[in-house]
């Protein structure tokens, strides 16, 4: 018989067999389309909302090219190169205190000064609409300002309204609705404020040492291409400007990197319910093979070879898998029509029905490969059982290790499906991390079950026959120890890890955190003002800590005269690289800091300039006492050697800086002065009469109140671990589904068992009873495990990586080990109860 007739041959029986229905494979059917929809959805949003990025990227950037340059002017040379391109608007984006016209109460906002030009491309919405020119302009000596409806909200103010801004009067003539760019400009963590640029003059908020972006957006004349290798040129151009370029090809870089990690990590999770519902695929195919041992049987007695019957039940196995898998692209599909409606509050979505391709692809790859991989190996197992063995009503032994073919074929399909994990990851370094982690998970999960079924075995001899039972079944051939195990212990170890990371992070934020942080920053100090400021503050709050540090601003440009581009730095500590850096000098060793390495510099110290150096950063750049470093100060470069390096205490929230200069460094350099404020608890209802004295004595000194920032991230770190769970919790529902599988699977034992023990006299009290302490023993087991697995994941989250205290939380393992009871009780309980119903006679005709 040739290959292709027998391939007809095994297709036309299979397709026979298939019209008894699906019983048996509904939870095979669930598993598949449960991972596969979930990868499928994760991606299909992630395409979708990255495609609306770039359709509209020209708005997002309100330009085709956007030049950044922060605390520093444009020089004309600079300007005159933006030019070239094509048409030019600028936006001046600073923190100012935002004050009502009495000065009675102030909140910080970010002050966003635009020309006429601006937006070059899209709508900037306000109410009521008007055009931005006429509710910008000045009448009457005030300006025209469009507030966020937030800064409305906190100060009580309305349309019509004045406000002052450092020592311009302004008159509020429209609450914002939408901000064209507001994408590109990144993170806020105060409302907006909307002003023209002669505003901004006129407030006075640009001096020496200013935190203030510069933007330049170009318009590119119609039909000119996007210019090629543009920082190359930029870079050639002007060296060391520190010129950020976006183009409207990618005009939120930051947000799109956040997405795609976003989605990179939610496609692990969606793997991870796929690989767990795997579990549940092998029980389902060997229970399915299991009811067909008769027909099997008769194939092999009517002269079909092994490998024929072994082909038809492949394919029919196959043919079920891809209806799982359409219904999880059904739903991977319709994800993104959902996902929109709520997105499009937030993020530019499309809310046309759109495909893509791409992401439904690899989905159904992702489950067709688990499909196939977790059947290969009962299947082999099936492929050498003889007929005689079959008519004796035996099964199929679950533990014996199928042929070799079998075993390699299962082996590259584990490998394709790693293969086809790390090829789609942004981060493949991650990609490899987690599979690593998913192998050691499964031994250690197979491991787990092997020891609970061996103390099961070696317990003592008990007198109630009903706690025998249940040590009984946990170590008896077919027990469900190892399939409980597996299938619950990876889901409550992803949970446990989440609610521990998630745990500490607000006990840091919210906690420790938020107690040794400063109350108050100020910054913007200029040096003139610094004695004045000083004595207002100890009018209004005599006893509380104020603590004072000049501050510049620099970039680094090379390391040991290396340029900082050519250095490959982990990912972790490229920020420092990146952009300018907040700097100081000290004759002393600032608080919050320990001299590690090398000693500080005398007072006085007028020599070569030298450096301290934060040792965390210094160590992961590679540096060490003794080196130099580079940094671009007001355009002047300085090349300072390493004294020291020093331990910084970041968690403290305090006055940090990477890096410390000599200050002989820094002489007759313009600078600002920056401030914290720390009231005792008596001083507490004192402290925003401290800000109003502050705001209103000095109107360009900007005050950020920590506490405030600490609950906005507290807020955004929530509603992220919030997403994650939910994500992780797909892993856990596949967890239950393969936990009822494996009941499944061992239904037929099940059932003879309790027949034989209610012939000898058992009631079905006992038996329920006997039933429940064996899920009981495994649900605590297993949740036994999920805690000490996930506690040791977290510990390496929290501490060795954000190098955050760790904290075990009680009420976690509380919560666990009630959740992995309740699964696995109730799921045991369930499926047990059709079990115990069970007539006696035809199982007993059949022993």
């Known amino acids: 018989m040739s290959a292709t007739t027998r391939f ?9 067999e298939m019209r008894g229905g699906l019983s048996g494979f509904y939870i095979f059917l669930a598993c598949i389309a449960l991972g596969t929809g979930a990868i499928a959805a994760v991606n299909s949003v992630a395409g979708s909302v990255t495609g609306a990025m770039q359709e509209q990227g020209q708005t997002i950037l309100a330009g085709d090219i956007r030049f950044q340059i922060n605390n520093r002017d444009v020089t004309p040379e600079e300007e005159a190169y933006f030019k070239s391109f094509g ?11 935002a004050r009502k016209a009495d000065g009675s109460d102030q909140t910080l906002s970010e002050v966003k000064a635009v020309d006429g030009g601006y937006p070059l491309y899209g709508t900037l919405q306000f109410e009521p609409q008007t055009s931005p020119a006429e509710a910008l302009a000045q009448k009457d000596g005030t300006f025209g300002v469009i507030a966020a409806p937030d800064l409305l909200d906190r100060l009580k103010l309305k349309v019509g309204d004045g406000l002052l801004v450092g020592n311009a009067k302004l008159r509020i003539t429209g609450s914002l609705v939408k901000e064209p760019d507001a994408l590109s400009e990144g993170f806020a963590f105060a409302p907006r404020l909307i002003v023209s640029r002669d505003a901004l003059a006129a407030a006075g908020l640009l001096q020496t040492g200013s935190l203030v972006e510069h933007v330049f957006r170009v318009k590119l004349p119609v039909g000119t291409p996007m210019p090629t290798e543009l920082k190359k040129k930029t870079d050639a151009a002007f060296p060391n400007s ?49 009811s067909k041992r008769g027909v099997i049987a008769t194939f092999k007695c009517l002269g079909a070879p092994a490998s024929t019957v072994t082909l038809i039940y492949m394919l029919q196995i196959l043919m079920i898998a891809a209806v799982g898998i359409l219904a999880g692209l059904v739903l991977g599909a319709v994800a993104p029509m959902i996902a929109n409606r709520f997105l499009a509050e937030y993020l530019p979505v499309d809310p046309t029905p759109a495909l893509f391709p791409t992401a439904l692809l690899i989905a159904a790859l992702f489950g067709l490969l688990t499909a196939a991989g977790f059947a290969i190996l009962p299947l082999g197992r099936a492929r050498d059982v003889p007929a005689t063995a079959l008519f004796r009503e035996q099964g199929f032994e679950p533990t014996r290790w199928p042929a070799r073919p079998f075993a390699l074929a299962a082996g590259v399909v584990f490998l394709a499906i790693a293969g086809l994990a790390v090829f789609t990851a942004q981060d493949r370094r991650i990609a490899l991390y987690f599979l690593g982690a998913i192998i050691v998970a499964f031994v250690i999960l197979r491991l787990v079950g092997i020891g609970i079924a061996a103390l099961a075995r070696r317990s003592p001899s008990f007198r109630s026959p009903v706690v025998r039972l249940a040590l009984g079944n946990i170590h008896r051939p077919g027990a469900l120890t190892g399939p409980v195990v597996l299938s619950l212990g990876l889901g409550l170890m992803l949970l446990v890890t989440l609610a521990l990371i998630d745990g500490n992070m607000r006990r840091e934020l919210q906690g420790s955190m938020a107690v040794r942080a400063p109350d108050y920053f100020f910054i913007d100090i200029q040096s003139r003002d610094l004695a004045g400021f000083e004595d207002v503050v100890k009018k209004s709050a005599p006893t509380a800590k104020l603590v004072e540090a000049p501050m510049l601003r620099g970039r680094l440009t090379a390391l040991n005269g290396t340029d900082v581009s050519q250095i490959k730095a982990a990912e972790s500590v490229r920020w420092v690289l990146n952009g300018d850096r907040g700097i100081t000098y000290s004759d002393s060793v600032p608080e919050n800091a320990t001299v590690t390495e090398g000693a500080w510099w005398p007072k006085d110290y007028t020599g070569e300039p030298l450096v301290s150096f934060s040792e965390e950063e210094g160590k992961e750049l590679g540096l060490k006492v003794g080196d130099t470093v580079t940094v671009n100060v007001l355009g002047r470069q300085i090349t300072a050697r390493i004294a020291n390096m020093r331990k910084v205490d970041w968690r403290s929230m305090g006055i ?74 797909v892993a856990l529902i596949s967890s239950v589904l393969v936990l009822a599988g494996a009941l499944a699977a061992g239904n037929r034992a099940r059932i003879h068992d309790a027949v034989v023990l209610k012939t000898l006299g058992a009631t079905r009290r006992t038996l329920i009873a006997a039933f429940g302490l064996e899920y009981a023993l495994l649900g605590l087991a297993t949740a036994i495990f999920a805690l000490i697995v996930g506690a040791a994941a977290s510990y390496g989250v929290v501490h060795l990586i954000m190098t955050l205290p760790w904290h075990f939380d009680p009420w976690t393992a509380v919560l666990t080990a009630l959740l992995s009871l309740v699964v696995t009780v109730g799921v045991g309980l369930i499926g047990t109860w059709r079990v115990l119903g069970q007539k006696a006679a035809p199982v007993l005709r059949e022993l």
């Open 656 to 729: 940090n800086f990477v890096m410390v200069f000599t200050p002989s460094t820094f002489k007759g350099a313009p600078h600002a002065w920056l401030a914290t404020l720390t009231g005792s608890d008596a001083e507490r209802s004192a402290e925003n009469s401290v800000v109003h004295a502050v705001t209103n004595a000095y109107p360009g000194v900007t005050t950020i109140n920590i506490k405030d920032a600490i609950d906005t991230v507290t807020k955004l770190t929530g509603q992220i671990a919030l997403a994650i769970r939910v994500a992780a919790s």
């Open 8 to 16: 007809r041959l095994a297709f036309r029986l299979a397709l026979r």
């Open 87 to 97: 048409e030019v608007s600028r936006s001046d984006t600073i923190r100012s205190m």
């Open 242 to 290: 520190g010129i950020r370029i976006a183009t409207s090809k990618n005009a939120a870089p930051a947000l799109n990197d956040t997405i795609s990690r976003f989605t990179e990590f939610l496609t692990l999770v969606g793997l991870t319910a796929l690989i767990v519902g795997g579990s549940g695929v092998a029980n389902a195919v060997r229970a399915y093979l299991d």
